[in-house]
């Protein structure tokens, strides 16, 4: 049967990074499905232009009152509680905003079943982030619509152990991200990110492709770096993400301009379009040391790409580890990073070649959107319907 869906997310710009191109494929597919499907969150600056690539999409987009970062809304709780007269499933994307909010007050007004994506914002290192107020948003806000959720969508085991600690007493589907593959069917030559980049010219790559954050590791990163890059001088860091100035990222810039690191570290800027996929074929490995993770789409989109990667327990994705499309680093530390990256940039390219095509091959099995979208689409059959479980589905 075809079902009608609502998803809720805070941003719909590239600002929201990649939770909204996670929630635009989704519900890209499910709508291929033959779902009717409508994305509804807060428009910014970028709305216009980015969402302009997604003509296939309803999209509702509400202006915001105040401050950004809260994403206050009325037209948009209008909108919701609009929906949910005849739309039958809300698939809210995230924590602590007013987006989130309203999607569970349209959700219990409208009497339809919530589902939760958080997303990564309940590991243990995100909620030691701002622990008092996300403890105070968990006994109220947040709280009430997790409590009263038809069920939580979680991405990785690991977002799974982190949600059991809480005892919420309701139903967990353990349903991953995905990706188009059709994105990265004809990848250019890997010469052309060096005509965009001429310091990458003849040089091998390993590609930092994330938010330039603290929990990504960045930090750490650098000075793993400053350590390896002497011994490696045929390889280029590769530090791919938006350059928002902070002191965080001053510091990073302050360790990286070391003289060890100084001709063998490249930082781009957010890459899009055509130079992101320039340097995923360039790439001869891909790092991610972070402290925090939901499910990053820059790791599938690297495994698409066939690109070997470098990542922490905090990732949450041991299934590529498992497949042997990469190393694990064993910590989000500097010693433990050092390490994975010697042990990764020692490795022949035939090795790394290998490594690469256990990725893509992972990719393929498990991890495509139209994969994911039917998974979803059971859950909310089931949500509706009752009966048995499907088996990704873990009665808490």
């Avoid at 301009?257 to 992101?276: E, F």
């Avoid at 042990?343 to 139209?370: N, V």
Wanted: aromatic share 8%; glycine share 8%; hydrophobic share 45%.
């Amino acid at each position: 049967m075809s079902l009608s869906i609502i998803h809720v997310t805070a941003g719909l710009s590239h600002k929201g990074f990649g939770v909204i191109r996670s929630v635009l494929g989704l519900a890209g597919a499910q709508g291929q499905l033959g779902h009717k499907v409508v994305v509804v969150g807060q428009k910014d600056p970028f709305t216009q232009t980015d969402m302009s690539s997604y003509p296939h999409l309803t999209i509702h987009s509400h202006r915001v009152l105040g401050p950004q970062r809260l994403g206050l809304s009325l037209s948009l709780l209008h909108d919701l509680q609009t929906l949910t007269q005849n739309l039958e499933i809300v698939h809210s994307h995230g924590l602590w905003m007013f987006p989130n909010w309203a999607a569970g007050m349209a959700a219990r007004g409208g009497r339809r079943p919530l589902v939760i994506s958080p997303r990564g914002f309940l590991d243990p290192w995100a909620l030691a982030q701002h622990r008092w107020l996300k403890k105070i948003l968990l006994s109220f806000l947040d709280g009430r619509d997790l409590r009263g959720a038809a069920c939580i969508n979680v991405l990785s085991t690991g977002e799974l152990a982190a949600l059991q600690l809480l005892n919420l007493r309701i139903p967990l589907a353990l349903i991953p991200n995905g990706i188009d593959l059709a994105l990265f069917a004809d990848l250019p030559p890997a010469e052309n990110f060096a005509a965009f980049f001429p310091q990458a010219q003849g040089r091998k790559i390993i590609l930092f492709l994330s938010r330039l954050h603290p929990k990504k590791g960045l930090l750490e990163l650098a000075q793993a770096w400053s350590r390896v890059a002497p011994d490696y001088p045929e390889w280029l860091l590769v530090i791919a993400g938006n350059q928002e100035q902070n002191a965080y990222l001053r510091q990073v810039a302050c360790i990286l301009q070391d003289k060890y690191c100084q001709g063998q570290t490249l930082c781009t800027g957010l890459l899009r379009g055509a130079q992101k996929l320039a340097a995923l074929a360039a790439a001869n490995a891909m790092i991610l040391p972070s402290f925090s993770e939901g499910f990053p789409r820059s790791l599938l989109e690297s495994l698409a790409c066939r690109v070997p990667v470098l990542i922490t327990p905090q990732c949450y994705f041991p299934e590529a580890i498992r497949a042997g499309a990469g190393i694990e680093i064993s910590a989000p530390t500097v010693e433990a990073t050092e390490i994975a990256l010697r042990k990764m940039l020692s490795l022949s390219d035939q090795e790394r070649r290998e490594m690469g095509e256990q990725g893509r091959r992972l990719i393929e099995r498990e991890y495509t959107w139209t994969n994911i979208a039917q998974k979803t689409i059971r859950l909310y059959e089931w949500l509706l319907g009752g009966g048995s479980p499907p088996e990704f589905v873990i009665m808490d």
